[in-house]
Every structure is written in structure tokens, then in C-alpha cells.
């Protein structure tokens, strides 16, 4: 081995630079690899990405959002700001350009990481690569002349030729994307799954405000009703143009062409399920269940009843086939998937869906292996801003406490030796 490190924090996204800060509150020195450079998974975004959360959500542990617009929607390029300006205020011991490529038990403990530059061996090692790791594909067949792309491979409108464009994936990523194109005048025809969505203002403010107080966001994994349920897309609205409504029913008064899910392609045609209208209806019961729970907290809270004007009825028949003849690009928008088991080699330590199994971000397959920064980690907000530093102090805590029992058994085992 090249080197041999007590602990070791792999990625320096919001994840790991908030364990990183959570460990130095503990005492516990440790390094963090990171790929490229701070902040690359933001710096993949497309060009005109924003958050869609409000820039007062951007916060790490002992600093705050530090910006001029807390109920603004930062950029691709101000969120990379905010990481690199906590990196210097608290000289988070980053080593950029260190990509780990694999990771696997060592014997008589700990691990060995082979990264691009060398192999390291660590008593401990917290992954924090993020939520978005493996960006989902659902089916192959789209025509080899036709431009494929996925959410981090997307530029922005003038970079596809010209054409209609076909996006696969109705969350967030898909629906954002979608706006744009048809914006810039492209004909967009977008593949719709179920997505929960709201408007962006109620009652004189923001969703995620009202996400945020009613307990939405604290609701734990342990309340999810199937494993599945954590691959299920976030809220719909924008961060764009100082934020505004975004879902479903927005993109078809744009002009945006809804289809069902993608069932098929042969050749140059793709094939829909007939399944357009089940889904926005399975959105619509999300917003119900949402105002409720909303309603309920203002009546605990002593607040007025929020107004929420329903969902505006959707009745037509949607098509089932389309010719991709003459169209510029296909778009995949269907979301992300955990990728760690592509290079961390650690029998049992994912379950079906590829996330970790864990006892509050500690493995249960491996000790000494950690995990931050995951989809409903802890609670639903465990992949956000605001979830980052909570689930951070936790996992620290139980960083310190093995480390804390591992030295003991150190010095034990050294005594016995000796005697």
C-alpha cells in the first residue's frame, strides 16, 4: 500500500463535507477523496440548472446559507460557490483528483481502496458519493443515429440538433428539461411516470416551507410503506426565473406532448402503456394527501386554513405510439440508482435495490464502513441540504464511538501481548 490512513471520507459533495466537519468536531482526523473537484456533481448539471429548493435550505453544519437571496433559487455555478467557500472557512482536508475505484474488506481489518492514485489502507471509511450515482435507463432499442443522452450528459437546448425531442422520465430532471426545450421552441413529447406534485407558493409561501414545517421532510424510513417507495420522484416545481409552478399539467398548456410509460422501441418506433391519465391521477392523490397534512398543521399551529385551488381536470386520450423518424434526440430522465456495489466489494452490504443496510449509517455487513448523503438514509430529507448535517452529527457520533472502542481494544490486546 502507498499509505495507510486511519479514516478516510470518500466524496466532497454537501455529504461529505458536512461529516468531514462533523468528524473534526470529534477530534478524528481523516482525509476526503473526491473525484474532481469539490462540488463535481453540481458542476455536471446542465447550464441553466438551479436548485429547486429556496437557497435558505443550503445549509451545513456550522454554516448557514451566507448568501444575499435566502428565498432565491441558487445556480449550478453559486451552489459550487457555497461548497468551495465552506471548504476554505474550514479547511476541509480535501484531496481532489482521487478517484476511488474500488473498495474491499482487508485482512485482519479495515479496507483497502484502490483510487487513481495508489492504493490506501483505511481502518474506516464513510461513503459520501451522493444520491445521484447511476442515472436509470429503463429500456434499449433507440436507433444507433440518434442522439441519446441522460440528466448528466444534458448541455442545454442548442447543443441537440435540430428536431423534436423525445424525454423519457417526469421527474423533476425530466419535467425542468422538458420546459426548457419547448421553451426554446422544440416540440417535446415527454414519457410520464408518477410524480407527487404542489404549486410553488401556498398561503404566502414557499412548498418546501410548508414541507419543511408540518414534519414532511422528519418523516422516517421506517414510515415508508414498501423498500421501493425511496426511488419515487421529489415534489414537482421550479427553482427557475425566481421559481414557479411545474408539473404535469403546466408542461401539456405549454405545448408538451404526455405520453405513458415507455412499454418499447423497435426500430424507430417507441411504444406508450396506456397509462398516462392513472398516473396524474396517482400525483393528484399525492397533492391531496399533502393539503391535508398541511391543513392539519396550520389547525395545530393556530394559522388559517392554507388555500389550495384543486388540480384542474385533465380528460383526453393520450397516443400509445410514436415515429422517432426526424427526431433530434432521445432524453433519459427516468431518475438515478445506488451504484455502489460496481466497486464496493462487501458481501451484504446492499440490499435488493442496491442501498446500504445500515444501523443509522453504520453498515451492518462490514465494520468500520459508513454511509451519508443516501435517499431516506435516516429520514426523507437524508439526501438534502437540510438533512445533510443532521444525519452527519448522528453518523459521526457513531464514527467516534467504534473508533473510540476499536483503540481500547488496541491497547488492550497490546498489554496482552507484553504481559
Known amino acids: 500500500m502507498s499509505e495507510r490512513l486511519d479514516l478516510v471520507v470518500v466524496g466532497a459533495g454537501q455529504a461529505g463535507l458536512a461529516m468531514s466537519r462533523e468528524l473534526y468536531r470529534r477530534g478524528l482526523e481523516h482525509v476526503v477523496l473526491e473525484r474532481g473537484r469539490v462540488g463535481e456533481t453540481w458542476r455536471g448539471r446542465w447550464e441553466s440548472f438551479c436548485l429547486v429548493t429556496p437557497n435558505w435550505s443550503m445549509q451545513l453544519p456550522d454554516q448557514p446559507y451566507d448568501g444575499e437571496d435566502p428565498d432565491g433559487f441558487d445556480s449550478r455555478d453559486e451552489i459550487v460557490g457555497f461548497l468551495e467557500r465552506y471548504v476554505q472557512k474550514f479547511d476541509v482536508p480535501v484531496r481532489g483528483g482521487v478517484a476511488v475505484r474500488s473498495l474491499e474488506p482487508r485482512n485482519g481489518g479495515g479496507f483497502l481502496l484502490e483510487t487513481s492514485a495508489g492504493s490506501i489502507g483505511a481502518c474506516s471509511v464513510v461513503l459520501a458519493t451522493g444520491a445521484y450515482q447511476r442515472p436509470y435507463k429503463p429500456l434499449d432499442g433507440v436507433p444507433t443515429d440518434l442522439l441519446q443522452l441522460d440528466v448528466g450528459s444534458y448541455e442545454k437546448p442548442a447543443a441537440i440538433p435540430d428536431g423534436p425531442v423525445l424525454i423519457v422520465g417526469s421527474g423533476q430532471s425530466g419535467c425542468q428539461i422538458a420546459e426548457e426545450l419547448v421553451l426554446s421552441g422544440r416540440d417535446v413529447y415527454l414519457s410520464c411516470g408518477r410524480a407527487p406534485w404542489l404549486p410553488r407558493r401556498i398561503a404566502g409561501r414557499d412548498l418546501f416551507w410548508w414541507l419543511n414545517e408540518s414534519g414532511f421532510l422528519d418523516a422516517t424510513v421506517e414510515s415508508v410503506p414498501d423498500p421501493s417507495a425511496r426511488l419515487l420522484a421529489n415534489i414537482l ?139 431516506f438514509l435516516r429520514k426523507r430529507k437524508s439526501s438534502l441540504f437540510i438533512g445533510i448535517g443532521e444525519d452527519a452529527a448522528v453518523v459521526a457520533d457513531r464514527v467516534a464511538a467504534d473508533e473510540s472502542a476499536r483503540r481500547t481494544l488496541s491497547r488492550s490486546g497490546t498489554r496482552a501481548a507484553a504481559s
Request: glycine letters at 12%.
Open 237 to 375: 416545481a421550479s427553482g427557475a426565473r425566481g421559481g414557479h409552478d411545474l408539473h404535469l399539467r403546466t408542461l401539456h398548456d405549454l405545448g408538451v406532448v404526455l405520453l405513458g410509460h415507455l412499454a418499447g422501441i423497435e426500430r424507430t418506433t417507441c411504444r406508450f402503456e396506456p397509462d398516462l391519465l392513472a398516473s396524474v391521477a396517482w400525483g393528484d392523490e399525492r397533492w391531496a394527501q399533502l393539503r391535508e397534512l398541511f391543513v392539519t398543521f396550520a389547525m395545530k399551529s393556530g394559522a388559517p386554513e392554507p388555500e389550495i385551488p384543486p388540480p384542474a381536470l385533465l380528460e383526453w386520450e393520450p397516443q400509445v405510439t410514436l415515429d422517432l423518424k426526424g427526431f433530434a434526440a432521445v432524453i433519459f430522465a427516468g431518475g438515478f440508482r445506488p451504484d455502489y456495489e460496481s466497486w464496493v466489494r462487501v458481501p451484504g452490504a446492499f440490499d435488493e435495490l442496491g442501498f446500504p443496510v445500515h444501523e443509522d449509517g453504520a453498515s451492518t455487513a462490514a465494520p468500520g464502513l459508513y454511509f451519508v448523503g443516501v435517499h
